[in-house]
């Protein structure tokens, strides 16, 4: 995964010991949940939405929307560096995989179909992010 080059970095057994197994699947192994039951699915609360790894600022609440797809959907990151993009040509498919700046966490993907502004849709599972409320800001 090229976690040298991410300034949060854990050995495998650190980040086996910090997460959940299904988080670790899904950030560390490159796994997806399935559609529909991730927490923040059609979660729409006002806050800001963080890397379950390594409390990254990944998105905010005012660019989610519902994108039908199972998986919580935003528009664009919170800014342009906390995410960062690899080619993914796993499954018989070309997507452009996003992974936190951060630690390296398997994020989701990006894919050209969101609406404006950016006509982005960063399709994230609900296990790599931790939320905050507003409020709790």
Request: charged letters at 25%.
């Amino acid at each position: 995964m090229g976690e040298n080059k991410y300034p949060r970095q854990r050995s495998d057994a650190e980040w086996q010991s910090e997460l959940t197994p299904e988080q670790y699947r899904v950030c560390r192994q490159k796994g997806t949940e399935r559609p529909h039951t991730g927490e923040y699915d059609q979660h729409f609360v006002a806050g800001k939405y963080q890397c379950v790894c390594c409390g990254e600022e990944l998105f905010v609440s005012d660019t989610k929307f519902d994108a039908g797809c199972g998986w919580p959907s935003f528009n664009q990151p919170a800014n342009e560096s906390c995410i960062g993009e690899n080619r993914d040509l796993s499954h018989g498919m070309i997507r452009t995989e996003v992974v936190c700046n951060g630690c390296g966490a398997h994020l989701g993907h990006v894919f050209p179909d969101g609406p404006a502004p950016t006509g982005l849709r960063y399709c994230i599972n609900s296990v790599s992010l931790d939320f905050t409320a507003k409020e709790e800001q």
